[in-house]
């Protein structure tokens, strides 16, 4: 699977160019008055640290921990991409408390044990201030004892199945009642479904969220599970599914499919002759980040449930994708989980100004209430459990890679990761 559209392999002046774009488009992102970093820029560091981060006067080190390479790459580029671009507007602006941030980059390779290695590296080696990362379940799962060990601090971007709160981490992305639970009734409401075909990858993350699933459809919508099968990350003959849903029949196909393995899964469906005109299908788990390499073809019609489309209209997000592409290139696309990347630093940043401290400890006790004015989704607001108030929508695939907004929850809806009867 090819990843060139990260533009990595541009030559310089074309990075250089877009740089200085990108620079150009900064100040459009809720800068505060300058008069605020000089203030800042005098607290002493003695004062903003107490327990031993790697913050001088006039620096302070954050670590970035995703697969850049393996079957997740596909997904998590988009992260890396959107976290640096936040980090790059914010020292544009004069950084955090005066001190410029120094990313310590770090690939977990889509390999849960080296996820875990490289998190004690960036927290007891590097003394990193927080860290922007991780992508599967899996991955926060494997790193999460080290976190609250070492008391770091994760901001974690991708939609997740929700069952976890800790005060070691900041979940940027929408828990299971904010997308599973809220895209079901729409398709039950509006697509009349009563009959769903679950799919997914076979870890944490699709198995728990397609349990949530069967108890809503069973349990809320009086439906039924016609039925449900996993495959490995990286799987890529999906025949014998597709055999599977053609003798069940289901009203939806509702797919958890991750990573690389979904350009297989489109391209075959597409092939058996499964597309939206005679099949619905809904997926939590494809963005425009997926969407690039599996091809408008082979796509367009079916349906995602996401919180953040990059086609959004609103004033934030067409200054963020234009910044973004500013920076890496015109081609490039984001996605749900590449959004909620960007959002972290921004989070990350007014947290440590509302405690004046980059110490874990106080950002954590700090970071509850914290909103985001100009988040591309719209508004985001922390909650006192640790993840974000934020909208539901439902995108249809277009052929041209990107997603058309057909629907939203009227209000944000509050984080609740822990809902009765879904345990």
Not at 40 to 60: F, R, Y
Not at 320 to 341: L, N, R
Request: charged share 20%; proline share 4%.
């Amino acid at each position: 699977m090819s990843h060139d559209h990260d533009s990595h392999d541009s030559p310089e002046s074309n990075n250089r160019r877009r740089l200085l774009q990108g620079m150009a488009a900064l100040p459009l992102i809720g800068l505060p008055a300058v008069s605020n970093f000089a203030r800042a820029a005098n607290i002493p560091t003695a004062q903003v640290n107490t327990t031993k981060l790697a913050v001088t006067d006039t620096e302070v080190v954050v670590g970035q921990l995703h697969s850049a390479t393996g079957t997740m790459a596909i997904s998590e580029t988009g992260s890396i991409q959107a976290e640096q671009l936040a980090i790059d507007q914010i020292n544009a602006m004069g950084g955090v408390l005066g001190r410029k941030i120094r990313v310590i980059k770090e690939d977990g390779a889509s390999d849960w044990p080296t996820f875990a290695e490289k998190s004690k590296k960036l927290l007891i080696n590097d003394r990193a201030a927080c860290v922007f990362g991780c992508w599967t379940s899996a991955s926060r799962k494997a790193v999460l004892p080290i976190f609250e060990k070492e008391n770091g601090l994760l901001y974690y971007p991708t939609f997740y199945e929700g069952l976890e709160q800790s005060k070691n981490v900041i979940y940027t992305g929408q828990e299971a009642t904010q997308q599973i639970l809220w895209g079901l009734d729409w398709a039950n409401t509006e697509k009349k479904a009563k009959s769903f075909f679950l799919i997914g990858s076979d870890y944490i993350w699709p198995r728990t969220s397609n349990k949530i699933a069967r108890k809503h459809i069973e349990n809320k919508l009086k439906g039924k599970v016609v039925g449900e099968e996993y495959y490995p990350l990286g799987h890529t003959n999906f025949n014998s599914l597709i055999n599977k849903i053609k003798l069940a029949k289901p009203d939806c196909i509702y797919a958890v499919v991750v990573g690389g393995s979904n350009v297989s899964f489109y391209k075959q469906l597409k092939a058996a002759g499964i597309t939206a005109d005679k099949q619905f299908l809904l997926t939590i788990s494809v963005t425009e980040d997926e969407l690039l390499g599996i091809g408008g073809e082979n796509s367009a019609g079916f349906y995602a449930c996401m919180k953040y489309f990059q086609s959004l209209d609103n004033p934030n997000n067409k200054k963020f994708v234009e910044a973004f592409k500013a920076k890496y290139g015109p081609k490039s696309v984001i996605g749900d989980v590449t959004q909620a990347g960007y959002l972290g630093p921004w989070l990350w940043k007014a947290a440590v100004e509302k405690a004046k401290s980059f110490d874990v400890a106080k950002v954590a006790a700090a970071s509850p209430g914290i909103e985001f004015k100009e988040a591309p989704e719209g508004y985001v607001k922390i909650h006192e459990n640790h993840h974000l108030w934020s909208k539901a929508r439902i995108g249809q695939m277009t052929m041209d890679g990107q997603f058309k907004v057909i629907a939203e929850s009227p209000q944000l809806i509050v984080p609740d990761p822990f809902p009765k009867g879904y345990q």
